[in-house]
């Protein structure tokens, strides 16, 4: 009699796609309406990512005065007066500089149009009077058909002010109570996670560290690019020196986008307020300082918390744009490096310890060991119920060693709690 031989419905191979097919739909539907979400809320969505990145720059100060002896709430208030302190002046600074130096940018530009205008005529294109007006018309006429595009952005900047202001006000709380309650709020958050807190806890450190290294990196090379840019500047003569060199450490937050924006504006102002050659001379430092960033001190200051390759900054850079504009396309690669350093410690699970030795109390008598004999060992072999007991009391040993050496168990609950605390 034949046996019944099950039959396989769907090969194996087909049966693994599926299930990781299956896999992947269910985590696409979760992304999808998770930045769904974001975008609804990118009201205060971006204000607390922005928080959480000045949280992660201003925090070595606030920490410092505590460790000072200073209460949080003093500490707290004296990083926000001296951050305040260092936007007003920034914004002193730019706005003096432009107010006595923009009728001369004026002036050097109309310079330097009538000498492009002159060599159009007298160079080698030998273009006529008659056509360069033409093209000036041109290009009045395709301004003057955008004036009411224009106009209507203009008024609509004008009811998004509103939410600017708010965004901001919403920004300065976060931050001010993260400086100050930071680690209570962590505190609070574990809580809901049960006997998942000691991984969220390790993720959540590894995150942070991450930012912090990240944050602290990319500040400190931006300084160093819109110092060296600003002093290229200020040399050459170049009006607005100092709003451009706030330009250029400012769009050095964004990578690879940022510096093209930034160093395009300067050259164009430099083209036009000293002509070609220092424009062309402009570009040409920009270049090599650009290089020596990315190959020096990028390695060497951000290298260790982010180590992504270009194509994977260019679409993160590309989804954050989309999200949520120019905001989101500076937040995006640190919340990608973030969660990039994460999810390892929240897929990691923590090996059960062996059990340690006991160790004797001062004075007391030192613990058995397989080297030190014990006074029973020393007497003669017994037989009957002496013998049962020693095996008795032999066998709980024994089977503790074989399952704290079996492979197939896992750490408990407890074990997992107190390797995450260590």
């Known amino acids: 009699m034949l046996k019944d031989r099950p039959t396989k ?26 930045a769904l979400g974001i975008g609804r809320l990118s009201f205060v969505a971006l204000p607390v990512a922005i928080a959480l990145l000045l949280t992660a720059l201003l925090f ?40 006595e130096e923009f009728p001369n940018l004026v ?20 273009l006529q009077q008659a056509q360069i007006t033409q093209y000036v018309d041109e290009v009045a006429a395709m301004v003057n058909t955008q004036r009411t595009a224009i106009t209507g952005t203009v008024l609509s900047a004008g009811a ?37 807190s000691p991984r969220v806890d390790r993720a959540g450190r590894a995150a942070w560290t991450t930012l912090s290294h990240y944050v602290q990196g990319t500040v400190a090379v931006a300084a160093v ?30 990578p690879i986008v940022g510096i093209f924006f930034a160093g ?3 050259t164009l102002v430099t083209l036009g307020a000293k002509g070609i050659v220092y424009a062309l001379i402009f ?45 989101g396309a500076a937040v995006a690669v640190p919340v990608a490096a973030v969660i990039y350093r994460a999810l390892p410690e929240l897929r990691h699970q923590p090996m059960a310890l062996p059990p340690a030795e006991p160790s004797a109390p001062p004075g007391g008598p030192e613990p058995p060991g397989p080297a030190q004999p014990s006074d029973d060992d020393a007497r003669p072999a017994t037989t009957g119920p002496a013998t049962a007991s020693t095996e ?31």
Not at 80 to 87: D, H, I
Not at 186 to 196: N, T, Y
Not at 230 to 250: D, K, N, Q, R, S
Not at 312 to 319: S, T
Request: net charge neutral; glycine share 10%; aromatic share 8%.
């Open 107 to 126: 002036e050097q530009v109309q310079a330097t149009a009538r000498d492009v205008q002159e060599w159009l005529i007298t160079g080698p294109l030998h």
């Open 225 to 254: 690019h819109g110092l060296i840019m600003g002093i290229v500047l200020a040399g050459m003569g170049v009006p607005l020196w100092a709003p451009l060199a706030v330009l250029i450490f400012l769009a050095s937050f964004i």
């Open 283 to 327: 570009v040409g430092i920009l270049v090599v300082e650009q290089q020596l960033e990315n190959h020096v001190l990028q390695p060497l200051i951000v290298g260790r918390a982010l180590n992504f390759h270009p194509l994977a900054i260019i679409i993160v850079l590309a989804v954050g744009g989309i999200l949520g504009g120019i905001a």
């Open 160 to 196: 998004v002010a509103v939410e600017v202001l708010a965004s901001l006000v919403l920004l300065l709380f976060v931050t001010f109570f993260l400086l100050k309650d930071g680690d209570r709020i962590w505190g609070w958050f574990l809580k809901g996670f049960g006997s998942m």
């Open 60 to 99: 070595p100060l606030t920490n410092s005065l505590r460790q000072a002896g200073m209460r949080p709430i003093y500490a707290t208030w004296i990083t926000m007066l001296v951050a305040l302190a260092v936007l007003v002046g920034t914004g002193w600074l730019i706005g003096a500089r432009a107010t």
């Open 264 to 266: 395009t504006v300067a």
């Open 392 to 422: 008795a009391a032999a066998a709980p040993t024994t089977t503790s060693a074989e399952a704290a050496a079996s492979p197939a168990g896992r750490p408990s609950e407890g074990s997992e709690t107190a390797a995450g605390a260590g």
């Open 9 to 34: 419905l769907v090969p194996p191979v087909l049966a693994t796609m599926a299930a990781w097919c299956a896999c992947l739909i269910l985590v696409g539907v979760v992304v999808y309406f998770f």
